[in-house]
């Protein structure tokens, strides 16, 4: 522990000697001049974030993020180390978990044609948001809800993907087993 000469050395507004309060490995969207990209996020605290991706970011940028369910927040970029970087919020940003919704892997908006096979059919449509565990598809006529199929989205193939619902013209596929946060930045980064 440093005593108080010590931490008086530090610029009232420096934060580093406070600890990060959640170590975490999720899925996050940062958003750069409009454009939705996949990043890991690997430590967060009130006031800041650091992330881990190969994404186009430059020391001193705004940008904005969010995981799970949450609205975006909106921050700069402190510090940019290869593939990682850090953001400092521009408002404090409460971090705790809500008790009212269980985690849900963050949406990142995402636009490419998908085709979709089922029943010995393929259905082209396009690719609305994506997420670790599914894809939200704009289809030109329904695909049924509880329909087995594969898809077909950005040069990847998804066999086993469930509807789980449909909106209209929209369906939610949910995958036979969860994307790596590579495999979801490998198609959101490169589009």
Not at 67 to 80: I, L
Not at 90 to 98: F, M, Q
Not at 102 to 113: A, N
Not at 165 to 171: C, E, I, K, L
Request: glycine residues 8%.
């Amino acid at each position: 522990m440093q005593d108080q000469s010590q931490l008086q050395c530090y610029p009232q507004h420096d934060r580093r000697r406070i600890e990060r309060s959640i170590r975490t490995f999720r899925p996050a969207c940062i958003e750069i001049a409009g454009k939705a990209y996949a990043a890991t996020m690997k430590d967060c605290s009130d006031y800041g974030c650091g992330f881990d991706g190969e994404i186009p970011i430059t020391k001193g940028e705004t940008v904005r993020y969010r995981w799970g369910s949450r609205p975006f927040v909106t921050a700069n970029v402190v510090w940019v180390d290869g593939t990682r970087f850090g953001l400092e919020n521009e408002l404090p940003c409460e971090i705790a978990p809500s008790d009212a919704f269980p985690y849900r892997s963050v949406r990142i908006p995402f636009e490419e044609t998908a085709a979709v096979y089922f029943g010995g059919r393929c259905i082209v449509g396009s690719a609305r948001n994506i997420a670790q565990k599914g894809f939200c598809i704009t289809t030109p006529e329904p695909v049924p809800t509880g329909c087995l199929s594969t898809l077909e989205i950005g040069g990847a193939v998804f066999e086993n993907a469930t509807v789980r619902w449909t909106d209209g013209d929209q369906a939610g596929f949910a995958l036979d087993k969860p994307m790596s946060i590579p495999t979801l930045a490998s198609l959101t980064n490169s589009t």
